[in-house]
């Protein structure tokens, strides 16, 4: 198994300009994980989807943020417009089941963003 | 969410066993125990997990206290590509929000040659 696939793993842009980052996640899994990691705030969790809908968004920093799960192989997150605080690393992360307390979330190598 | 506490780092010497302590005196009944590491440059990565019983599985064994309020993540023999942070979390079933993991600011294990 390819494990978590994303892309980027490197973005470098100035601010204002719109971001993708993309995550693939392992197949069969029904739960997918955006995370972002600072020095200043650690690891965090953005938003939650469980069978390709929304369930928790609370951590998405503010409207400049959107994320999207078209199916079940696919998710974005999307930053527009970027700004210098948003660099950090975008962690994705699948599970087979986020729901069950027992389960492994399986994490990506993340995407290094750098906005100037 | 319950909180835990870890030491902020440790060292160890490589082929030597290292035991990695957590405190979560705040844990409920159905919270599990759940270990992650991050090495340099990585993702988080799973470790292991338990409830009550201690846990063995190819890469560590966890040993729970019997009050569960505290726990031990042990590497039995440490290999240089052990240096990581270590994360202890506590994931319950209780309000709602059973998928999340919480990341504090974890252990970070130095493996000396």
């Known amino acids: 198994d390819a494990g978590v696939i994303q892309s980027p793993r490197h973005e470098v842009t100035e601010m204002g300009q719109e971001v993708t980052l993309r995550c693939k996640p392992i197949s069969g899994h029904n739960s997918l994980f955006w995370y972002r990691q600072t020095m200043m705030r650690g690891l965090e969790l953005l938003i939650y989807?469980?069978?390709?809908?929304?369930?928790?968004d609370s951590g998405m920093p503010e409207d400049r943020f959107s994320a999207k799960m078209p199916n079940a192989s696919f998710s974005t997150l999307k930053i527009q417009p970027s700004e210098p605080r948003d660099s950090a690393v975008y962690f994705c992360?699948?599970?087979?089941?986020?729901?069950?307390?027992?389960?492994?979330?399986?994490f990506g190598p993340g995407t290094r963003l750098l906005v100037l | 969410d319950a909180k835990t506490t870890q030491p902020n780092s440790m060292e160890s010497n490589e082929e030597e066993p290292v035991h990695l302590p957590c405190n979560h005196s705040?844990?409920?009944?159905?919270?599990?125990i759940h270990w992650y590491r991050q090495l340099p440059s990585q993702g988080p990565e799973y470790v292991i997990h338990?409830?009550?019983s201690n846990v063995n599985n190819r890469m560590a064994s966890l040993a729970i206290a019997e009050d569960r309020k505290s726990s031990t993540l042990i590497l039995h023999r440490a290999t240089l590509r052990d240096a990581a942070v270590y994360y202890c979390i506590l994931r319950g079933s209780s309000g709602g929000s059973n998928y999340k993991l919480t990341f504090g600011k974890g252990t970070l294990l130095t493996v000396n040659p």
């Open positions: 992360a699948s599970s087979l089941n986020g729901e069950l307390t027992g389960e492994t979330q399986y």
């Open positions: 338990g409830l009550t």
């Open positions: 989807f469980n069978n390709n809908v929304p369930i928790d």
């Open positions: 705040t844990i409920s009944g159905t919270d599990y």
